[in-house]
């Protein structure tokens, strides 16, 4: 069957109303790499019908961020969807899913408010609020979504739970470059030696594991480590979180399962990246 793109609320509901079998849902902004079609793969094995939704979302954008410059390239986006076979595209124009006079906002209390949200304050309103609404058009069985933004995993996982969605979320592994890089659509923005220097995310993660696998638990004296790495390699760091996997709490010492979150300016790129203990 031939990928279908939808651009219609309307449309999308006549699409899915004659949809058989259960039906996987990846919500992304465009500007697909691995990492997003890992996610398709793995959708694809795990339901008969699989939705890709594309939107830039300008709600989880602060003014002075990048909506403007946000990398797009949809006819890429739609040639590499329909080799993988998805089955539908949504690809909203502002307007469908914003109309004029929108008013209606989700939000989660408190997991929202820090590591990003302390520095992006709306932006997790935004998130919550679109995939909501994505949510409740596309009544998908499963959600699949890329644990690089962990945050995000943990805020709508506990969105779903609350507002009783039926959809189960599937925290899918980062996917990394060949020199352990998190594939992101903000990459592009990274000049040569920032490219370089944004090793520091992983190459600072991976410092902390060994710390830790050799008897070092004090997350202070782990942030302090990773502090000297990111710095030599000219990062300015927005945070760095040790926290629980499952309620994302601070804790002062690591343990096994727990999760180093950080964000890095490289340049006037922020990054994200986190691994597990
Ligand atoms: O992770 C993203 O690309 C976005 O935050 C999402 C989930 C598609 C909502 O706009």
Redesign the pocket.
Known sequence: MRTKIIKTIEELRQKLSKVKGNVGFI???GYLHEGHLSLVKTAKKESDFVVV?I?V?PS?FSPSEDLEDYPRDLGRDLQLLSDLRVDLIFFPREKEMYPTGYKTWVTVDKITQVLCGKSRPNHFR??TT??TKLMNLIDPDKMF??EK?FQ?LVV?RQMAKDLNFKTKIIGCPIIRESDGLAMSSRNKYLSEDNRKNALALHKSLLMAKKLFNNNITSTSEIIAKMTELIEDLNGTIDYIEVVDSATLEHLDNLKKGCRILLAIYIGNTRLIDNMEI
């Open positions: 919500p992304t902004m939704s939107f979302n989880q935004g998130v679109i995939v979504m890329g933004d995000q709508l």
